[in-house]
């Protein structure tokens, strides 16, 4: 397995790849858990090389946000990707990868308005800055996004759509721990009482998705069992419970063409997020 | 000579062509003239296959401007891209091109503060966005853009570099009328008097950076030069006369680092816009 620290280096290894040779791409800002390797596994199976990007992109934190503590345990991240057959680690230094004139960005309008956009000012801005420079350096045929990040997922997506970048995107369904919980590097930083407790966002989301299963289309009941079941495990804050359309990301009354039920909560200082898809 | 509609049409073209054959690229908006074929030559001698794209972007014209009359006299333009030894042309339909849900826009903070950027709102973010996504649809190893619009050439050439975009950024001479006048599309719009008094605007340009060229840095003093020139000729309107810095093209007291001197202005309902370096 190649690691690579700088663009040029990377893209000297890529050059020399047959030109038949497709790639897989993962982004990743590392602390890597079972999701992440589920989205390895999905690229390897999809393409011929598989590169996971590794990089804490400090555009998409807000200045409140846990950039500086956020973990960054790279040999153990290295040893997983080099256990699950990817060919190569592309982890840039910030300085080198945004140098100090840096003054580009991309945005997808619209989508960004609810959920986590509208608590996170300019991170998915980040986010979609970030990702359009890494897909011009890694040039991969196929990228995988986890669907815990939905949000991050559909808005770029949609980005990719627009600007025409000639790759396969992969939403991969969320991995979680047995009882549930959405696999995140920052479920590193819960405490094991705030762990059994964050399980039911998941619970809330399962009930809800259930009785829409049932016939229940109706946003406000399906919002009141989701966050029932939140309520009930004492968090410290929920930032939203939300159930938008899939193709606006916007609240719905009635939950009937594709959907989302989503969730962001505080136990702690550590923000969750989760969600369902209902199609 | 190909001619490509469609996004799906051009692709299956440029992924039948070996992978070390290499493609130059002109963007366009038609209307072609001496100042695109200059870049078509230089695209020529940079690279194997000669791509350009020919789209009247609407996403670059403001309100009030000429979105709707802007010449697209497409025969005359593809007998002349024939004639210079093109290998294919792209004219999407502006509808193909951008879905109704399109979303997605890209900005360089800053270069766009000053000069065509501060009458244009939004100009530049059209620009960006159109040319991002062409090149994620033609994937050159050479660009070539003119430096008559050299707003336009640096903020995209920094968005190049931000985004790690892989190719050769050309900006290209400015090639004249032999009166000295700036070729552009937007000349057909003039009357033979206004033509005839638009060449003060080179004229102007070319006695400020002689006075440069002899020790003259004070940007008044040389912007003073300019628009004696350009007020003589009386002008419908001066948009701006300015000195910048290549670096920021943002306005400057001395010009003594990489310099730019640049005008634009009205005659009649036309806009022209020209400029000098100073190295």
Tied chains: 1, 2.
Excluded at 82 to 99: H, L
Excluded at 106 to 134: E, N, W
Excluded at 198 to 205: Q, R, V
Aim: with cysteine.
């Amino acid at each position: 397995m190649e690691v690579f620290k700088t663009v040029a280096g990377y893209r000297t290894w890529r050059n020399s790849l047959p030109a038949n040779r497709t790639v897989g791409f993962a982004p990743t800002m590392g602390a890597l858990h079972a999701g992440h390797m589920r989205l390895v596994e999905v690229a390897r199976k999809l393409a011929d090389e598989t590169v996971v990007s590794i990089f804490v992109n400090p555009l998409q934190f807000g200045p409140a946000e846990d950039f500086s503590r956020y973990p960054r345990p790279f040999e153990t991240d290295s040893a997983l990707c080099r256990a699950a057959g990817v060919s190569a680690i592309f982890a840039p230094e910030p300085g080198d990868f945004y140098p100090s004139d840096f003054s580009t960005h991309c945005d997808v309008d619209g989508l960004d308005q609810h959920l986590c956009g509208a608590s996170r000012p300019d991170h998915f801005r980040g986010v979609c800055t970030v990702v359009l420079k890494l897909f011009n350096i890694i040039q991969p045929q196929v990228a995988c996004f986890g669907q815990k990040d939905i949000q991050q997922a559909l808005i770029l997506r949609r980005m990719v759509e627009d600007l025409s970048l000639n790759l396969d995107f992969q939403i991969v369904e969320t991995v979680r721990e047995s009882s549930g919980l959405a696999m995140s590097s920052r479920n590193a930083y819960l405490s094991d009482d705030e762990k059994m407790r964050a399980t039911a966002i998941y619970k809330g989301l399962t009930q809800a998705k259930a009785a829409w299963a049932q016939g229940e289309k109706d946003a406000t009941v399906l919002k009141r069992i989701i966050r029932a079941s939140i309520d009930a495990a004492q968090p410290t804050r929920v930032d939203y419970v939300e159930a938008v359309s899939q193709a606006r990301l916007a609240p719905i009354d009635r939950v009937e063409g594709p959907s989302v039920l989503a969730a962001a909560v505080y136990f702690g200082k550590t923000r969750l997020i989760d969600n369902l898809l209902l199609n």
